[in-house]
């Protein structure tokens, strides 16, 4: 009878558990940058996603696995359900609606800004006409892209946050959009007097996990870690280790 029990115990065991758990694989876009993420030999080894991969997959058992790829890639991977965690998205951000995918609670909110040079005076992006603008190749800038299209302001992508910050601060741009965790990061070391500018405050994301909700991941165990997380503080943790 005890036999019994146990192979019918074996059938109802989830999927996902009954054998040696995989890790569990999470995109890391190939241009991102400090805080977000630290990058060496095309590996990520330090950085605000770094970390909160490792405690999420903690959290459920599993090791974090983390695939590096250009940001072009990850959402025909995550339509071909070769990604299980996302963790830098925004429903906004998403040309298509991934219906085999779960959103997370968020874990920290994103400022976009227009940056400058300390030299340069306050302006609005919506008064810019004909400017160059710094960008990320790739990255989606929501209020700006009827502008980009129409050839009101014009993209100048590079590859990376940092290098699009690089580029301003060597005066080959006049302006930038950034993000203000990338502005501050890029920011700490330089002297007052060569510090880049927020000179325009533009839009704010919430920057959520997406989670693959197929039988061989347990969604659901992660998506209630992740919420335990934000109510444990450990997102403000993370976050305040890179501030």
């Known amino acids: 009878m005890r036999a019994k029990i146990i192979v019918v115990s074996l059938l109802f065991y989830p999927a996902w558990a009954q ?5 569990l694989r999470f995109s890391v876009s190939d241009s991102s940058t400090m805080p977000m993420i630290d990058l060496q030999n095309g590996q990520p080894v330090d950085g ?3 970390d909160l991969h490792r405690r999420i997959a903690g959290r459920v058992g599993r090791k974090a696995e983390e695939l590096v790829m250009s940001r072009a890639r990850i959402q025909p991977l995550l339509a071909e359900g070769a990604v299980d965690v996302s963790c830098y998205m925004n429903p906004a951000w998403l040309a298509v609606n991934h219906a085999t995918y779960r959103w997370s609670v968020p874990f920290m909110n994103q400022r976009s800004i227009l940056v400058a040079r300390p030299e340069t005076s306050p302006a609005k992006l919506s008064s810019l006409r004909g400017r160059r603008i710094g960008t990320v190749l790739g ?3 929501p209020e700006a892209e009827a502008s980009f299209r129409d050839g009101t302001l014009i993209r100048d992508d590079a590859r990376t946050e940092q290098q699009v910050l690089e580029k301003l601060a060597a005066g080959r741009n006049r ?5 203000q965790v990338a502005l501050d990061w890029f920011n700490r070391d330089r002297p007052a007097q060569r510090k880049l500018q927020a000179i325009d405050r533009l839009w704010e994301s919430a ?3 997406i989670v693959r909700d197929e039988p061989d991941v347990p969604a659901r165990e992660l998506l209630a870690a992740i919420q335990q997380m934000q109510h444990d503080g450990e997102f403000n943790a993370i976050l305040a280790k890179y501030r």
Do not use: E, G, V
Not at 19 to 23: I, K, R, S
């Open 19 to 23: 054998a040696a758990d995989p890790p």
């Open 139 to 141: 990255f989606y800038y």
């Open 48 to 50: 605000i996603l770094h």
């Open 175 to 179: 302006y930038a959009i950034s993000t």
């Open 207 to 209: 920057i959520h996990c």
